[in-house]
């Protein structure tokens, strides 16, 4: 069971106007939006964690998350001796949307999809027996309580159906942004209708003709490109899907509430302990050329 974890930051739109990108947006002290998010991904069970980020924020996005997490359920087993040798660690990946859907499909829905077909084309070309399974979809700006997730990490692995979150009596498909999964089924299906939902550079072919002469006007072009969740994944299975409300629910999207995050009495989100959400990087291999090491050698 390979459980890839999605974190969508391309395209993100807002009506904050920060100078700074959003994700980076403070919860607590020393604790962003972004770090939430692969925390979530981490609580929820997820082997690996991939957050599609264009070349303008990935490396600032890098430098705040890291290469890789623990896995919050192992990283302190205090009733097993030596419990820092069966610590769990997550690697995370950062993917750019292709350039040629850059302008034509990208909107915020298809940053989740093309996440997912990331996570499996690269996994695919290592072995056929990692290619992920299923994928969980956590929002950076969307905040909610997360320690409840722990309880419910079976389920949201499960293979036979999926896991929704939901506000309300709303979920993504109500265009919602609110954490879910999907499995590869539902990615091919929300992928061929979004495909087949979007507008063209060109007008059909006129009447006689077999291939289409006349553009359409800009503006009607590429209407994929400002798709909301829930024209994206309209085809996404509920069927006997698990559904768990939330109490409260913010999204920090919108400048109000925001505002009504930070003015809470109780916090809704506890920061995790600090080596959990640390920004943790492989160690360089260090380079020495052949003229070196035999200088190195001699001394």
């Known amino acids: ?113 093309y ?61 919602l942004p609110i954490a879910f999964t999907f499995t590869g089924d539902d990615f091919i299906k929300c992928r061929r209708d979004l495909n087949r939902k979007t507008t063209r550079e060109y007008l059909p072919p006129l009447p006689g003709h077999r291939y289409p002469s006349q553009k359409r006007p800009l503006v009607e072009r590429w209407s994929a490109r400002t798709f909301g969740l829930k024209t994206v994944f309209e085809k996404l299975n509920i069927e006997n899907a698990a559904i768990t409300p939330v109490e409260s629910f913010y999204d920090l999207s919108a400048w109000e509430q925001y505002c009504q995050f930070l003015g809470r009495e109780n916090k809704l989100i506890k920061k995790p302990y600090k080596e959990l959400i640390k920004a943790r990087q492989h160690v360089k291999l260090p380079y020495v050329q052949k003229g070196e090491i035999n200088e190195q050698t001699e001394d």
């Open 115 to 175: 996440g997912a077909y990331s996570a499996w084309s690269v996994a695919y070309k290592i072995s056929r027996w990692i290619r992920p399974t299923k994928y969980y979809v956590s929002f950076p700006l969307s905040v909610y309580n997360l320690d409840f997730l722990r309880q419910h990490r079976l389920c949201i692995a499960n293979k036979d159906k999926n896991f929704f979150l939901s506000y309300e009596d709303k979920i993504i498909k109500d265009n």
């Open 1 to 113: 069971m390979h459980l890839a974890g999605i974190i969508p930051v391309a395209n993100l739109k807002t009506d904050l106007q920060t100078v700074f990108p959003e994700v980076l947006l403070p919860l607590e002290p020393d604790f962003t939006a972004i770090q939430k998010s692969v925390y979530e991904c981490a609580l929820a069970g997820c082997q690996t964690i991939w957050i599609v980020a264009n070349n303008d924020l990935a490396p600032l996005v890098r430098k705040t998350v890291g290469e890789w997490v623990y896995d919050p359920v192992y990283y302190n087993r205090y009733m097993t001796k030596f419990h820092s040798e069966i610590r769990k660690e997550i690697p995370i990946y950062y993917v750019p949307i292709h350039p040629k859907d850059r302008d034509k499909r990208d909107c915020y829905g298809w940053s989740i999809l």
